[in-house]
């Protein structure tokens, strides 16, 4: 049951070959015997989930049940979740039970999902390896000394383990799609705008986006299908249809031109990665599509240009947490501003306390043009430089990570070498472009991610491509050893 696609779990509940209460339980019981050792969830909710599977169970009885009603699925400990603890992988919301749902939980619970728990992540999603979680890292399912990604790393390795047939994540330089490449399944970061913020605990407004984490394309289409869309409590939601995902993923791809930048296959890539990636657009090659270079000139600037922009967003969001309002509050406060700064001291950890200062250090008086200002005139470049690739091109290919999953504790020491992991992926957050990330090959026993890009609500093609591809390989069939 755990290995089927939505499709076919689909179909599965609407030929009552099983019903939702036990695939439910089937999910709940791979979570007890096997996240001890992965740590991919902070909350399960077994009670919740089997009420919801048993409105979904009479949905499926009356004809009222719809494509994924019944179908489990995990949500990141980002997304509000009335009534359950929303923590965001800090201590500074450990104590938090969300009032509202965020408008994904409210979506995917109308359209009949049952919610297993919430996922582990970096804290406030600031991290590449799960490891900044006040919950503790999560292990990567294919080798459980390496780390998962991040920041929605609970979330790939649960996927990944197939501890839940699909999960939600959030993407603000990479976190979607680098977790997604290291446990070896597909994820997809939609067009700014596509889905709602609103109940997503805000890290940079400008960039976060919510999206889909599979194993593979069709999976995503389905999920995005119901995600995505105008939301009227989030006024950078975008007021456009959503098209059907599922309808384009059997589209040819005869013709369709990929665009190389120059700059991302460089001699900086290193040769394994190098060549498996290769291997994979030959596979598009063979489908039809055309492969030439593109330049994106301005991408080495995309990771120091992100680390001015989401710190000075992120300390602005994140001043709401002053232990009055929310979350951990000290003990025994002398006075207010004790108060402030022992909750902030005590219940955030280092990663977002050292994202605060920078943030605040580049939006006050005397640095704000030198820094902020600078910072958004550059983003504006890098943004023009993928408006001209997509002029020449139909999507891009790159690769998602320099590497395959590192060891746990290998980057821990160095935040810059940890912020290098997202200089492939940082540069469509600036741009506010979709991208996703699909299994294409294993390096040591350890996944590789293939990423594409694409212009503007392109997320239809980007899944047909990855659809077309994974009709031919079988990368994303692999399952982890003992899972
Ligand atoms: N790794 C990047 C960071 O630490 C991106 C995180 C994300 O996309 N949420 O900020």
Redesign the pocket.
């Given at each position: 049951m755990h290995n089927k696609t939505l499709a076919q779990l689909s179909h599965a509940l609407h030929a009552k070959e099983i019903s939702s209460v036990e695939l439910t339980q089937h999910f709940l019981n791979r979570i007890s015997r096997f996240d001890e050792q992965l740590n991919s969830f902070i909350t399960v909710t077994p009670e919740r989930a089997l009420e919801q599977a048993r409105a979904a169970d009479q949905r499926l009885q009356s004809g009222t049940a719809g494509f994924l009603t019944g179908i489990p699925l995990a949500q990141k400990d980002i997304f509000c979740t009335l009534g359950v603890k929303t923590s965001c992988g800090s201590k500074m919301l450990d104590n938090f039970i969300s009032p509202y749902n965020a408008t994904t939980v409210e979506k995917l619970d109308a359209a009949g999902m049952v919610m297993l728990g919430k996922t582990n992540m970096?804290e406030f999603?600031?991290?590449?390896s799960n490891e900044t979680s006040f919950y503790g890292a999560v292990k990567n399912p294919w080798d459980l000394k390496a780390v998962p990604g991040?920041?929605?790393g609970g979330s790939a390795a649960a996927v990944a383990a197939r501890l839940a047939p699909v999960a939600t994540g959030?993407?603000?330089?990479?976190?979607?799609r680098?977790p997604a490449a290291l446990c070896g399944i597909t994820g997809i970061k939609p067009t700014y705008g596509r889905v709602s913020r609103y109940g997503m605990i805000a890290?940079a407004s400008s960039?976060?986006q919510g999206g889909p984490m599979t194993r593979n394309a069709e999976d995503a289409a389905y999920l995005l299908k119901e995600m995505a869309g105008f939301d009227l409590r989030d006024s950078t939601s975008v007021d456009s249809p959503v098209p059907d995902y599922v309808a384009s993923l059997n589209d040819s791809l005869e013709g369709l031109r990929i665009g190389l930048p120059k700059e991302f296959f460089s001699k900086d890539l290193n040769s394994e990665m190098a060549q498996t990636l290769e291997t994979a657009i030959k596979e598009l090659e063979k489908l039809g599509a055309i492969v030439k270079e593109v330049s994106l000139p301005n991408s080495h600037l995309a990771i120091p240009v992100?680390y001015v922009v989401?710190p000075a967003e992120c300390s602005s969001n994140l001043s709401r947490f002053d232990g009055v309002r929310f979350g951990y509050r000290c003990e025994n406060p002398k006075d207010l501003s004790d108060l402030y700064k022992r909750s902030r001291g005590e219940g955030f950890g280092s990663e977002v306390k050292r994202?605060i200062m920078i943030g605040t250090y580049a939006l006050s008086a005397g640095y704000y043009d030198a820094y902020y200002l600078k910072a958004q005139q550059i983003r504006r470049l890098i943004s023009e430089d993928y408006k001209k690739a997509f002029e020449e091109v139909d999507i891009i290919a790159a690769p998602t990570s320099p590497t395959p999953a590192f060891n746990l504790g290998e980057k821990t020491d160095d935040p810059v070498t940890?912020?290098l992991?997202?200089i492939y992926?940082?540069a469509v957050?600036l741009a506010g472009i979709p991208a996703l990330s699909m299994p294409a090959g294993f390096i040591n026993q350890r996944p590789v991610g293939l990423q594409l890009m694409g212009n503007y609500f392109s997320e239809a093609k980007l899944l047909n491509v990855a659809h077309r591809f994974q009709k031919e390989t079988d990368w994303h069939l692999q399952t982890p050893n003992g899972f």
């Open positions: 970096d999603a600031m991290g590449s991040g920041s929605s959030t993407d603000t330089g990479g976190s979607i680098q890290f960039l976060d992100y989401a994202r940890m912020y992991s997202d992926t940082i957050n």
